[in-house]
């Protein structure tokens, strides 16, 4: 036995399709018969008595023959217009019509059968009956009321759609034979356009006019669907497969564009809502501006790879020193790889030379989320020491509390071996500043003294009446002193020539034994003058014929240095 029986008529195959399909999913039980004009609905009446007549408001002449013959008399039965988002009930003679609905409206629809149901002559409408249905009503239009200003005061864009006439152009593609929309669609662009063209935006909050910067829903409308960006035209083809595929949410990062042609970067959340999934008429639509997100993102992203590539180390610990981070650079500089040195503390690296005070005072300084300083010496996993030059400071959240520790470290090990070296060659630069004060100072007495003999001797020799032997050794004095003061003059030339590195040498062939000799002679003379019980021997193993490649200056002026300073110590 069937709930209601029902006589469906009008034009327009698929109207009356979508309509038979929500009427069987609201009530199974019904008894749907199509039929095409006012002789076929006369002669069906005859055999079967309908509950209800519903025709397409577009068949004008067949609605009014209608109501003519139904409206009164015995054979009354209900007649309802229906029709799209277009059905204009002013222009509906409605003294004469039972009732209209839009195909869509679903919560009127459920009314309609309701009523349809108990009105068969079999079963008089009874109080209680009444009661349910206002309650239905009621709850129906709670629910409407709280959705509505869910919606208009949630902080993010809301739109509530209706995509109904999506589903039934993909149905007739797949009646065609046609199930793979996506590929499709991608074969004929323009026919997705024809596809979404008919979808109803029934609501949208006035957080989605603003992101989009309009102020109606016909303009929201065209910005919405229309928007030529290449990445929203993949993401609707994936949103139609998807609810297609019995998804009934859908969620994807996309772009659009808004009033003025700016790009916007968003997260989109399609949803059927419930009980809505055989006709996709309640899709609520949730738009999350992500364009501060991806800013941050790309920030971060930057951030990281300028420290993925720093040329300097980088460690980042928790508030207790456990090491969460480090960079390249780090095991470049250490040896520990980010593995061995995740969860360990700057511990690891403890040379034993750095002073148990340094590490007090830094972690006071950052502690106290102040930046500390420093020069560390530590130890490389290796063994080998190594300096570093480190800045440590913390990183505070939102509420100024330190968090974590950040260390930017940089090997200083090669400019601390060049201070050294630039120390020990002021020590030596200094030391032989010392040397040559001292050797001045001897300088100026070994000058004094012979230009003193010289100057007295010769003042007395030119203003006494002097002769003989005395006369010849004053002259002797005057010599010898000038000889000395030859030499000291010779050892200052040679000593700036050797520091100023002018010192040439003349390579040439040399015989030793001549040139010892005549400085055996030489000496051997000086020390018989001195008084000396000193004896200069020349070695018999020396072969007079030898010869070497050597300065023979040089080598002349070497030794009598040290015969001389033999002679005078």
Request: proline content about 3%; overall charge negative; glycine content about 4%.
């Amino acid at each position: 036995m069937h709930d209601l029986i029902i006589f469906i008529a009008g034009s327009n195959a698929e109207s009356i399709d979508v309509l038979q399909q929500i009427i069987l999913d609201e009530n199974p039980r019904c008894n749907i018969i199509i039929l095409s004009d006012f002789q076929e609905i006369k002669e069906k009446n005859r055999k079967i008595a309908p509950d209800v007549i519903l025709i397409d408001f577009r068949n004008e002449d067949l609605w009014k023959s209608c109501i003519r013959v139904f409206s009164e008399g015995a054979i009354a039965v209900p007649v309802v217009l229906f029709g799209t988002d277009d059905l204009n009930p002013d222009d509906l003679p409605d003294q004469s019509i039972w009732d209209y609905l839009f195909i869509r409206n679903k919560h009127k629809l459920k009314r309609l059968l309701f009523q349809f149901q108990w009105q068969k002559k079999d079963k008089p409408i009874r109080e209680e009956d009444v009661l349910a249905a206002n309650k239905y009503d009621n709850e129906s239009l709670f629910s409407e009321s709280l959705l509505s200003s869910i919606l208009r005061f949630f902080p993010v864009p809301m739109i509530l759609v209706d995509a109904s006439s999506v589903k039934d152009y993909l149905t007739r593609l797949l009646n065609q034979g046609i199930d793979n929309f996506k590929a499709y669609f991608q074969q004929n662009p323009g026919e997705l356009q024809r596809c979404l063209q008919n979808i109803n935006i029934t609501y949208s909050n006035q957080n989605a006019f603003k992101f989009f910067e309009t102020e109606n829903i016909s303009d929201f409308k065209k910005i919405f669907l229309s928007t030529r960006l290449e990445q929203f035209y993949d993401l609707k083809l994936e949103l139609i497969q998807s609810f297609w595929n019995s998804d009934s949410s859908f969620e994807r990062e996309t772009s659009f564009r808004n009033k003025s042609g700016e790009t916007l970067n968003a997260l989109l959340k399609s949803t059927i809502l419930p009980g809505h999934e055989g006709n996709w008429d309640m899709v609520l639509v949730t738009i999350i501006d992500i364009t501060e997100r991806l800013q941050a993102d790309n920030l971060v992203r930057t951030l990281s790879q300028a420290i993925t590539h720093s040329p300097v180390s980088v460690l980042i610990t928790d508030t207790v020193g456990k090491i969460e981070f480090v960079n390249p650079k780090f095991t470049e500089v250490t040896g520990f790889t980010f593995e061995e040195a995740i969860g360990k503390t700057p511990a690891l690296l403890k040379s034993g030379y750095t002073s148990e005070l340094l590490y007090k005072s830094l972690w006071g300084h950052i502690k106290r989320g102040e930046e500390w300083v420093g020069e560390i010496q530590n130890k490389r996993k290796n063994g080998e020491l190594f300096w570093e030059l480190a800045s440590i400071s913390g990183v505070k959240d939102e509420k100024g509390r330190v968090t974590h520790f950040v260390a930017i470290k940089e090997d200083i090990t090669d400019r601390k071996k060049t201070e050294e070296e630039l120390l020990n060659a002021k020590q030596k630069a200094e030391e032989s500043g010392r040397l040559k004060t001292a050797f001045l100072a001897n300088m100026s007495h070994e000058i004094r003294t012979p230009m003193n003999a010289i100057v007295g001797f010769s003042e007395i020799i030119r203003t006494s009446n002097i002769e003989g032997p005395e006369r010849e050794e004053y002259f002797n004095i005057i010599n010898n002193s000038c000889n000395t003061l030859s030499n000291l003059i010779d050892d200052i030339i040679d000593l700036a020539k050797i520091e100023a590195g002018q010192t040439k040498i003349i390579e040439e062939v040399c015989r030793p034994f001549t040139v010892m000799k005549e400085l055996q002679i030489y000496f051997n003379e000086e020390v018989i003058k001195s008084g000396k019980e000193l004896k200069i021997i020349l070695s018999e193993n020396l072969p007079p014929e030898m010869s070497i490649k050597i300065d023979e200056f040089r080598l002349r002026q070497i030794l009598s240095n040290l015969l001389g300073n033999a002679v005078k110590f």
